[in-house]
């Protein structure tokens, strides 16, 4: 069964950076574009980054981009995210998210999530 | 940027009684391009249906989508109790890519 397993999460100091790394399995990855979402605990859902298949094209939300940076790598099921000067309104749980492969964008299975907390 | 916006922000019912959620698009979206996702507490979104109207996998026949244009319906015949959660609609665009409502509670009366 596919699955996504978000890691890398915690507590970072502004300014700080983090990695947040997932795992995925039950599927052949290399097939299907990726995304990380990330939600304020107690609030809506927020598109941050998107990639293609073979990397050739990456999209950032703008409260992200410059700071952050989306990458996979297919041999080893795995996606990225690498997030640099980090501020506190950047505290979130960040989904990874399979998006179905459709003409459209819709997101058809998810990970947990992992916590990031920005605080001094 | 399309802005979604969901109402009512809570909706409270009982088991068994019918539910509407309506998701309302500041401009014309294309009705392919629309997706609602549950969400229980502690938990990740849960696709429900994709193009405005079609179930996903494993989704109970008593979820249903509808609408077209700017006005988009996620009805829910017969609630069960697992069902009281949270609802987002969600699009498709340019730029962003995607977008999100601010979310629907639906919870127990």
């Known amino acids: 069964q596919v699955q996504l397993v978000e890691s890398g999460g915690g507590l970072v100091k502004p300014g700080g950076s983090l990695r947040l790394s997932c795992a995925a399995s039950?599927?052949?990855?290399?097939?299907?574009?990726m995304t990380w979402i990330r939600q304020v605990p107690g609030k809506g859902l927020e598109w941050v980054s998107h990639i293609t298949t073979s990397s050739s094209f990456t999209d950032y939300a703008d409260s992200v981009k410059g700071r952050f940076t989306i990458s996979r790598d297919n041999a080893k099921n795995s996606l990225y995210l690498q997030m640099n000067s980090l501020r506190a309104e950047d505290s979130a749980v960040y989904y990874c998210?399979?998006?179905?492969?459709?003409?459209?964008?819709?997101?058809?299975?998810w990970g947990q999530g992992a916590l990031v907390t920005v605080s001094s | 940027e399309i802005v979604l916006a969901q109402s009512p922000g809570t909706l409270s019912l009982s088991p068994g009684d019918g539910a509407t959620l309506s998701c309302r698009a500041s401009q014309i979206v294309s009705s392919s391009s629309l997706a609602w996702y549950q969400q229980k507490p502690g938990q990740a979104p849960r696709l429900l249906i994709y193009?405005?109207?079609s179930r996903a996998t494993g989704i109970p026949d008593r979820f249903s989508g509808s609408g077209s244009g700017t006005d988009f319906t996620l009805t829910i015949s017969r609630l069960e109790p697992e069902d009281f959660a949270v609802y987002y609609c969600?699009?498709?665009?340019?730029?962003?890519?995607?977008?999100f409502g601010q979310g629907t509670l639906l919870d127990i009366k």
């Open positions: 998210a399979r998006e179905a492969r459709s003409a459209v964008v819709y997101y058809d299975y």
């Open positions: 193009g405005a109207s």
């Open positions: 969600q699009q498709y665009g340019r730029s962003p890519r995607s977008t």
């Open positions: 039950g599927f052949t990855f290399s097939d299907y574009y």
